[in-house]
């Protein structure tokens, strides 16, 4: 802490920590009563309220002006200047004031349609201040208070009870049986116990020092008092805080693709554009007649329904997702997620639900639990997996020790088909759990047997004793760490009664816990003795002579659909590495159980490892081994594993639930955060918010993001091969002298922005191919235009091209104008020739739609008429150019002319031509790839 208290400079939290609970008043300057009304004023205005800043958002009007800093948005507003320019020069041609403002319009369609879609999905509040508390009750005056937590300075005394959240960093000076839940912040799903005693031990980190609270967790169980040592950007949660503001956005890889073929659009338009200009100026073409010449060949070049047409389809894709629970704040983010290589994933709450749950009793036999978190539904089984018709006296006797030993309660869900949730320490609602899954209710134990007497648990002793009333005798019920248990044990529970418990049974028992352990699972002993009424309640008369009751083994289990999605991943090549602040045994049997790790052997590197790695050493370390755990990390090590990976040239996904999470949340290519578990700054720095907190949902959404990606690959194919054919007769008609162009500029428009927007976004709703999730990720760095598509493009639009410069002059011919003649703008037999030019253009991109539903498997195959968007889309194409051809009113905006049936003919003639030799292009590539499939092997 920079600031000082009273002249001194603030103590550190080891400072805080190391010092005894009468020190702590001194160092901080205060006192067991609270500090004055004056006192804490004078605080507040040297430190600040206890709140974090709001980050920095802009204002509503610049978010919807980012909208237009899109290279091909830029572009088309180029192109509708030049095109008021051409207008101001020459009024007598009406259409270049069309072309501006229809390309105009095309522009703010695309900016309200991602302003809106971005806007729904930003948070409106501060995520950060939603997760601490509200009020916090405080000494102050000598009075208990009850205040705003941003009222609370350093030197405040907070009183704690269980289900509390803390709200500030503070030291323990007085706890009883306390615990706290510290998952949000550090990741571990299992309760830290805490004590006021001092602690100096050099090897733990902060957040691990067990007399420190800290601000945004929450009391599990206990009570306690503590003295505030930093508030705000000063606490922990504030350092995590300062590390997510300081992670710059970074473009996706579709942003970055886009930027790419935008540029090279605008390039190629604009040499296309001075070569016709030049070649114009050589065909003795007039200077203005040149450049609106020139001017239309560069409008035929750029794709104006792109932006729209990509917009709307990532929007499309975000209804998907949002169907299948996972919500997309960020349009580019739906592709994003198709490119991902390596998801760096937490466990608590993530892989895990995030409930302590009994697994395994070892009671005089072995059985299991079914059923996971604290809803008492399941039942318990035998090793075959059979249900005893009526638990075992061991069993029963055992699982009612560890009901009784409990100070937790159960929650039923509001609901019947909500969740239990929990009041205390989660290992204790587990046992509550298990007992009731064998009828045993806290609530009917209770009035049974009423506790007379409690040990609460201790670190030193690592037991704890529930002293209660039975059968009018009193009677000791023990839980705790077995060997700490098993040691007191003299007798062993057999058959309802006490018996001798003998050494070779003693080591049996302490072999089974050892092999509980190595499984990572959280092992308790239970035990019991009558107790006299004159027996002093103290832990050295209690705990001792103990009659050794069973083991039982508990565990945060994995989410029941993970290993299916952990397999689906694999499959699809994307490699998956477990984050987590959580011990590496734990971490390493999770990642075993669920199929993250197949190898015997796992590299885990703990966070302390982490920081004595440099860089290089981390990068060989991730490219050497495959299957990597990292445990006992703190945020800015998350941070930076998932920047060493992007370094390495990987498209990251990070999913996560806590605060700790939020700094990588932030930096991943796509941060996944969740939902119902998940916290406020989690969410917020997150990209993808999954609503039902499914670790599945994240690879359907993978699925969906390389639809999506298949998907714009396909439309960009069709849009820029009917490009070609809107640019080639422009050509042709230069140099071979015909002295007429064969489409108008508003002609172009209606084609762009009518004819094949609508069938571009039924390609853009494609679904995902059989075999999308059992390819291998695109390659960082690979084009949506590669060489495949580019040929592809070529190869489609010289069909095109060519059909229609033969409408063109076919109709031309026919009308009997010869080669080099000049027509008027308003001669029927131009607008004849332009009309059929159009309609050869629409016509071919109705074949061409079904066509390029498929990369390589023939249409029929995949169905012909599947895609009934399509359909519909084309049809309405047909429908444009039919009311451009025959209504009179569009005639005369686009100076066109009625299509007879030769014309109709021709044109279909030349579709179904392109359908057929792309069907031909396709069967021999499938050919090749099963000559090459049985030479490879």
Known sequence: MSETLDGVAAPSPREVAGSA?????????????????????????????????????????????RQFRDLFAVLLLVAAAISFGTYFIDHRNPYDLEVALAVLGVVLINAVIGFAQEYQAERATEALQQLVPREARIMRDREELRVSTTALVPGDVVLLEEGDEVPADARLVRAYEMSTNNASLTGESAPARKTADPVVEANLGDTELPNLVFMGTTVASGSGTAVVYATGLQTQFGRVFRLTTQVADRPSPLQIEIATMAALVARAAIVIGVVMFILGHFLGLPLVQDFLFALGVMVAVVPEGMPATMTVSLAAGVRKMAHRAALI??????????STTVICTDKTGTLTRGQMTAVELDARGHFRFTGTGYAPRGALVDEEGRTPPEPPPQVR?????AALCTTARLVPPERRDGEWGLLGDPTEGALIAAAAKIGITLEASAQGFPRVGLLPFDSGRKRMTSVHEVEGARVAYVKGAPREVIEQCSRLWRDGQEAPWGEAEREATLAENDALASRALRVLALARRPLTADLPMTPADVERDLCFLGLIALMDPPRAEVA?????????????????????????????????CREPLVRIITGLELEQMDDTTLLGELQEHREVIFARVAPEHKLRVVSSFQSLGQVVAVTGDGVNDAPALKRADIGVAMGVSGTDVAREAATMVLLDDSFASIVHAIELGRAVYDNIRRFVVYLFSHNMAELMPFLFATVAAVHLVPLNALQVLSIDLGSDVMPALALGTEEPEPDVMRRPPRRPGSRLLDRASIGRILFLGAIQS???IVAFLVVLLAGGWHWGT???????????????????????????????????????????LRNRRLIVAEAIGVGIISLISYARPLQRIFNTAPLDARDWAIVTAFGAALFVAEELRKAVLRARARRAARAGR
């Not at 702590?24 to 067991?32: D, E, G, I």
């Not at 605080?43 to 009007?61: D, E, H, M, Q, T």
């Open 21 to 65: 609970s009468n020190e702590v008043y001194a160092l901080l300057s205060t006192r067991p009563h609270g500090l004055s009304g004056e006192e804490a004023t004078a605080r507040k205005a040297r430190f600040g309220p206890n709140a974090l800043p709001a980050p920095p958002r802009p204002s509503v009007w610049w978010r919807f002006l």
């Open 329 to 338: 704040k960020r349009l580019s983010a739906v592709e994003t997620l198709g």
């Open 397 to 401: 006797e055992a699982l009612r020790c």
């Open 564 to 596: 299916d999605a952990v397999a689906q991943a694999r499959t699809a090549g994307i490699r998956i590495v477990m984050v987590t602040g959580d011990y590496g045994l734990t971490a390493d049997a999770i990642a075993h159980s669920i199929g993250i």
């Open 802 to 804: 060519t059909g229609a």
């Open 822 to 864: 000049s027509l008027p703008t308003r001669d029927p037999l131009y607008r004849h020739a332009i009309t059929a030019t159009q309609a050869a253009i629409v016509v071919s991109q109705v074949f061409n739609g079904f066509a390029v539903r498929t990369t390589l498997e023939s249409v029929f195959t995949a169905g012909l």
